[in-house]
């Protein structure tokens, strides 16, 4: 694994202005190809659980499979986004893996895992415009990891863009409001994961 350190001093044609990023930071790339042969494998899964793409309009053109979720049930009056606690679901075992390099990760950043999706995006499908609110995320930090993406992953955040690639993660504002897109006739593929830093508490 290659790391990358400090900020990001990557630039893109992609983001207009030609600058150092503000809500995007290149942090590795990674040998993808045991985690495509592991999912590859068991694509069905992303239909076992779809209410994210139906109660989410912004993630209607989505699938996902939850490795970490909210613990459940809430506490009384508690909405999910206000929800610290999470934990393994029955998927985490079925993806080895890459929970493996999940957990690699965040073990090697320093932090603390909270939840973990692999979100398929349907070819040429779009995540429509959106922020992550809620006293979950305001002490999280989100990460990508491309696992799929024939013709790159446009995200934009603010009035930011990027393009990632496959086999790259990236740290992500998602406080700000963000949007992606697939720009393939094949599914995009994404791990997409929080990390609670060390030092902060939830």
């Avoid at 030609?18 to 694509?43: C, G, Q, W, Y």
């Avoid at 109660?55 to 209607?60: D, G, I, N, P, Y």
């Avoid at 024939?150 to 990027?162: K, N, P, V, Y």
């Avoid at 409001?177 to 997409?192: C, D, G, V, Y």
Wanted: include cysteine.
């Amino acid at each position: 694994m290659r790391a990358v350190g400090g900020k990001c001093d990557k630039t893109s044609s992609w983001n207009g202005a030609h600058s150092i990023m503000k809500n995007f930071r290149l942090m590795t790339t990674v040998d993808i190809s045991p985690m495509m042969a592991e999912l590859r494998a068991k694509l069905e899964l992303f239909q076992v659980d779809t209410s994210r793409q139906i109660k989410v309009a912004e993630q209607r053109e989505t699938e996902t499979i939850y490795l970490r979720s909210a613990v459940k049930p809430y506490p009384p009056g508690v909405e999910g986004r206000d929800v610290h606690p999470s934990r393994r679901t029955k998927m985490y075992q079925q993806f080895p893996v890459i929970t493996r390099w999940l957990e690699s990760f965040v073990s090697r950043i320093g932090g603390d895992p909270g939840r973990a999706t692999i979100v398929k995006l349907q070819p040429l499908g779009r995540v429509y415009r959106h922020f992550d609110r809620g006293e979950y995320y305001k002490t999280r930090d989100r990460y990508h990891l491309v696992l799929q993406s024939i013709a790159g992953s446009l995200l934009t955040s603010g009035d930011e863009r990027m393009m990632m690639r496959e086999g790259e993660v990236w740290w992500f504002n998602n406080k700000e409001q963000h949007e992606a897109f697939n720009l393939s006739e094949q599914p995009r593929i994404h791990m997409i994961f929080d990390v609670l830093p060390n030092g902060l508490k939830s």
